[in-house]
């Protein structure tokens, strides 16, 4: 058998296997169940997210030969034509690469003939954001007007860019980005499943860097195990992706709070010597401040910050020693330093001189601010 991608290998073939998208199973699940079926969905997130994967075993729900179900078989012939591809009711359109009214047209042609194997013929449009206004206006004619037979699901991550009258003849859902644990028990599994052997830090680090998309998190996890000989750690993902290990974040965080001069001027020279990516690492700070800032200054903090609950105890334990104040300019140093080491020359001397500008910062009494 010929080698199949960690992302297609361990898609979701039933919606209990849809991971983060709990509201939106749950509709779709009671619906089919009261055969209350729209003629047409859209489903909107960010990618990696679930959304062609919900739309495949939704046609798979439609057409399983033992009837329309919320739990399709996976056994027969029409659920497993549907998983790999291959049948001919269930027509998969990359609006990226057929946006055209021309390839518009010619769908509201087909439309008109009923399925040849299975109850739905089942339109899935990808990236639909990508149409035409004029292949748009060709679409619309068909969703005003549906054969009985035909069902349409499309996807997008750019929703406001389709234009309205479409959006009002869907039943939309937005799939919501993937929180970092469960993208790390994903992980988890698969890693166990293929025999890789991984850290837990490492697994964190890929969970918060893959930004809640569940197929980069398996893509990023297969190159690993084809880069790593032995047991993946921490520094084979920072080579791999050039991302900064959250173990430094913490760490210049903790110089900044000391205000420990000689140990900052120690880890500029090893960030810099080491060729770390720089507009990579403040963009990484930035997001850490932040990060501390939402802890320290909301209710409940860990409902709007993606962090894994091992390193909840680490956030509050060092957001405790700063105050608001401090925060905010240092979000605004950096911040400044970003737009810098992205525009202009020079970016290790910027560095190096908001970095002193960091330590030698001070907080009065009163809350005014003193730079030394």
């Known amino acids: 058998m010929s080698y199949i991608s960690f992302y297609r290998k361990w898609r979701p073939q039933s919606f209990d296997e849809i991971i983060g998208q709990e509201y939106n199973i749950k509709t ?5 169940s009261g055969n209350r079926i729209s003629h047409c969905y859209i489903f909107c997130g960010p990618r990696g997210t679930g959304k062609t994967s919900t739309a495949r075993i939704l046609a798979k729900a439609l057409n399983c030969i033992k009837g329309i179900t919320p739990d399709p078989c ?31 047209r010619e769908l509201r042609e087909k439309v008109k003939y009923l399925p040849t194997a299975l109850r739905k013929k089942v339109y899935i449009i990808d990236e639909v954001h990508m149409l035409t206004t004029e292949a748009f206006n060709a679409l619309l004619k068909v969703l005003e007007e549906p054969p009985e037979h035909v069902i349409f699901i499309m996807a997008t991550t750019e929703p406001n860019k389709v234009i309205p009258t479409i959006m009002s003849r869907c039943q939309r859902f937005d799939f919501l980005p993937i929180p970092m644990d469960r993208i790390k028990e ?20 890929i969970s918060k860097y893959t930004d809640g998309s569940l197929r980069d998190a398996d893509g990023i996890l297969e190159q690993l195990a084809a880069f790593g000989e032995n047991k993946i750690k921490v520094a084979d993902v920072t080579a791999l992706l050039g991302i900064t290990e959250l173990d430094m974040l913490f760490e210049f965080t903790d110089i900044l709070i000391g205000k420990d001069l000689n140990s900052g001027l120690i880890l500029v ?25 939402v802890i320290g200054n909301y209710d409940k903090p860990f409902e709007i910050v993606n962090i894994s609950k091992d390193f909840e105890g680490r956030y509050k334990a060092q957001v ?32 190096k001189s908001a970095v002193i500008r960091a330590m030698n910062f001070t907080l009065l009494d009163d809350g005014d601010k003193e730079e030394k």
């Open 186 to 205: 994903r992980l988890v599994k698969i890693a166990g499943s293929e025999k890789i052997n991984i850290d837990d830090s490492a697994l964190n680090l």
């Open 28 to 32: 779709i699940r009671n619906a089919v």
């Open 269 to 293: 020279n090893k960030i810099i010597s080491s060729n770390q990516n720089l507009k990579i690492f403040v963009s990484d700070l930035i997001d850490h401040l932040y990060d501390l800032y």
């Open 320 to 351: 405790e020693k700063f105050k608001k104040e401090e925060l905010e300019f240092y979000m605004e140093l950096f911040t400044e330093l970003l737009k810098q080491i992205k525009w202009g020359e020079g970016s290790k001397i910027f560095f």
């Open 74 to 104: 996976n056994k027969c012939e029409n659920c497993l034509n549907i998983s790999n591809g291959s049948s001919v009711d269930v027509i998969e359109i990359d609006a990226a690469s057929n946006r055209g009214i021309d390839e518009i």
